[in-house]
């Protein structure tokens, strides 16, 4: 009999043994399984905030602080030119074939409801998908065309492309343009209603028209009045 009461007891000895290891099993492998599902949970949502949009520009509040007439009545000039193609933007990328699209055209720096002609170039460089902080994989510059022995040539450059023309070879300010290697880059990031936002002052907002002329508003940093800032209608020099 002590024998069996013997035997009972150290079975039952190892099966609360048994059952405490299993338990402990159980809750070591949900803490690892919880571990390791967190951070994925935290990555998933890492993932969808890093999609950055840019702001949209908002044309018709530009317009009417211009008091821009209706395109309907006579063709605009100047900035209001520039507003008045802003709302057919035709989607685009600003990730050039060759990873270094320029481009080159006048702008219209306004203030107070003035403005003056102001020569100006863009260039977008392409860069890796890691370095873009979920924004579009390029960088863009925006620049005033410098003064100097290649205005000249930039002025007959512009008028040929306003014609839809050609630039002779060899055009000095097209050159200047193509082996320029300095430029103030920003990141750039898709807005809605197919503009581009580039990250750059005060902010710029980029259209592409059906004509392949890429528009550019980008608001001044010191600012009068709302719609005070660059206008400009730029050309592909090169992509």
């Given at each position: 009999m002590r024998t069996i009461l013997a035997v009972s007891l150290l079975l039952a000895v190892a099966c609360n043994k048994s059952g405490s290891g299993g338990a402990a099993s159980a809750s070591a492998a949900a803490a690892r399984a919880s571990s390791s599902a967190a951070p994925s949970a935290a990555a998933s949502s890492t993932?969808?905030?890093?999609?950055?949009?840019?702001?949209?520009?908002?044309?018709?509040?530009?317009?009417?602080?211009?008091?821009?007439?209706?395109?309907?009545?006579?063709?605009?000039?100047?900035?209001?030119?520039?507003?008045?193609e802003f709302k057919d933007c035709v989607a685009w990328s600003p990730v050039t074939q060759n990873g270094d699209g320029r481009w080159l055209g006048r702008?219209?720096?306004?203030?107070?409801?003035?403005?003056?002609?102001?020569?100006?170039?863009?260039?977008?460089?392409?860069?890796?998908?890691?370095?873009?902080?979920?924004?579009?994989?390029a960088k863009i510059a925006i620049e005033a065309f410098p003064d100097g022995e290649e205005r000249e040539a930039a002025e007959k450059a512009i008028h040929a492309y306003e014609r839809g023309d050609v630039t002779v070879p060899g055009n000095a300010a097209v050159q200047y343009l193509k082996d320029r290697k300095e430029w103030a880059d920003a990141p750039a990031m898709a807005s809605d209603e197919n503009q581009v936002f580039v990250a750059t002052g005060g902010g710029a907002n980029l259209c592409m028209t059906k004509a392949q002329h890429l528009l550019v508003v980008q608001p001044s940093l010191e600012h009068a009045q709302p719609a005070d800032g660059l206008y400009a209608i730029l050309y592909g020099v090169s992509w």
């Open positions: 993932s969808a905030a890093a999609v950055a949009k840019g702001e949209k520009l908002d044309v018709a509040a530009l317009q009417k602080a211009l008091k821009c007439p209706p395109p309907a009545k006579k063709a605009l000039e100047g900035p209001c030119g520039v507003l008045a702008g219209y720096r306004t203030r107070a409801g003035a403005f003056v002609e102001e020569l100006t170039m863009l260039r977008s460089k392409r860069i890796a998908v890691a370095e873009a902080g979920g924004g579009l994989p």
